[in-house]
Nanobody
Framework: QVHLVESGGGLVQTGGSLRLSCAAS????????MGWHRQAPGKQRELVAT???????NYADSVKGRFIISRDNAKNTTYLQMNSLKPEDTAVYYC??????????????WGQGTQVTVSS
């Protein structure tokens, strides 16, 4: 069994910063691409950023230059540093990861989500 656990969400003022963390745990052989998505009320879930095991990154245009995704492969953890936050960044942020378990089966997993609220 594999789990993704997010932390670090909260309430922040416009222009502020938050750092999200997502740790994969369980019977893991390896973790491939990790990423963050978000879903605002009444909107579809959208990609925010991804990072491969080789640390190649990809960002949505709306967050480029403000958000930084990183990872610690030894801890099976990914981070999302969010700077210069705007009210439109308000959403539930979900972690996503491609994980190969100890039986060498590859599956895609989602975390439970963490709320980020940016006040104007």
């Amino acid at each position: 069994q594999v789990h993704l656990v997010e932390s670090g969400g909260g309430l922040v003022q416009t222009g502020g910063s938050l750092r999200l963390s997502c740790a994969a745990s369980g019977s893991i052989a390896s973790v491939g691409r990790m990423g963050w998505h978000r879903q605002a009320p009444g909107k579809q879930r959208e990609l925010v950023a991804t990072i491969t095991s080789w640390r190649h990154t990809n960002y949505a245009d709306s967050v480029k230059g403000r958000f930084i995704i990183s990872r610690d492969n030894a801890k099976n953890t990914t981070y999302l540093q969010m700077n210069s936050l705007k009210p439109e960044d308000t959403a539930v942020y979900y972690c996503n990861a491609d994980v190969t378990n100890s039986r060498f089966r590859n599956d895609n997993y989602w975390g439970q989500g963490t709320q980020v609220t940016v006040s104007s």
